[in-house]
């Protein structure tokens, strides 16, 4: 497959890159840290979206490379950074079926001298569906190390409350598709203002992705949700425009 042979490549030369994008507190706006998401400039057709070689990459097994290196840049980069914002990184469920995942992330850790507790791991329902107990042993040990776990992408797919209970998360961020109709379908806002209040009484953080308009944020903002994400905050950058953000925060 040519997308495989090249994403081989690009892992060998360099090509990838890591941009980050800003986590805000809901209320005062405040800068609270960064997820990171991979990019990917090819010599020859540019960017290719996430969307398109993260499948690739799970198929051939390079997810397991990539999401270390991933991991490695991430934590490499927020170690450096002046504050103590978190740095939230994405985990594929073809990573938890390698046995010595949560070995190589507390390494990883260790040795860019990160502090646990500012490292967030996005974790999607595949990871739950797939092998529990294994599943739930990995988690464990990563927690019992001060790492936090969140649950992406929360009310697409089968969303089942029972994960909520049998996983101990600390985050549940509402995918961008209710935000996204918030304003116009009066049923999507009841499902985001439900998730707040689940989130509440079980007292698990809640942040809302996509937030790309003011009118989004002055409604969630109403609702008391604890976290924000979305173009409106602020888009994904690369690391070297990460100072100015900092600056600006302060
Ligand atoms: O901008 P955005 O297109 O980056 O991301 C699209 C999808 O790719 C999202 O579902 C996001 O979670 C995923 N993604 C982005 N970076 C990573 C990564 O480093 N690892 C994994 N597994 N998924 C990622
Ligand atoms: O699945 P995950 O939540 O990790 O995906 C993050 C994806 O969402 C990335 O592709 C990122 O670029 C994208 N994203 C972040 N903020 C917004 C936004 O406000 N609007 C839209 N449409 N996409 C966003
Ligand atoms: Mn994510
Ligand atoms: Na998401």
């Not at 609270?32 to 290719?48: I, M, N, S, T």
Request: charged share 25%; hydrophobic share 40%; glycine share 6%.
């Amino acid at each position: 497959r040519l997308l495989e042979r090249d994403l081989r490549q690009a892992l060998a030369e360099g090509q990838l890159e890591v941009h980050y994008q800003p986590l805000v507190e809901c209320n005062s706006e405040a800068l609270l840290g960064f997820e990171a998401l991979v990019r990917w400039r090819h010599p020859e057709r540019g960017q290719v979206p996430p969307s398109e070689f993260i499948p690739v990459a799970e198929e051939s097994g390079l997810i397991i490379q990539l999401g270390e290196w991933v991991m490695r840049t991430a934590c490499r980069e927020a170690a450096k950074w002046p504050g103590d914002q978190r740095i939230a990184i994405n985990l594929s469920p073809v990573q938890f079926r390698h046995a010595d995942l949560a070995h190589k992330i507390l390494t990883i850790v260790e040795q860019t001298g990160l502090a646990p507790e500012r490292l967030e791991l996005e974790i999607t329902e595949g990871v739950l569906i797939e092998d529990t107990e294994h599943t739930l042993a990995t988690l464990s040990l990563l927690k019992s190390a001060g790492i936090r776990v969140s649950l992406d992408d929360f009310g697409t797919g089968y969303s089942s409350l029972s994960y909520l209970q049998r996983f101990p998360f600390d985050k549940i961020k509402i995918d961008r598709s209710f935000v996204w109709e918030m304003g116009r379908n009066a049923d999507s806002m009841a499902i985001v203002r439900s998730v707040i209040a689940l989130g509440r009484s079980l007292r698990i953080t809640v942040i809302a992705e996509g937030v790309e308009t003011p009118e989004q944020l002055a409604l969630l903002q109403s609702e008391q949700c604890d976290q924000v994400q979305g173009f409106l905050l602020g888009r994904p950058v690369p690391a070297r425009d990460l100072t100015q953000l900092m600056t600006d925060a302060e």
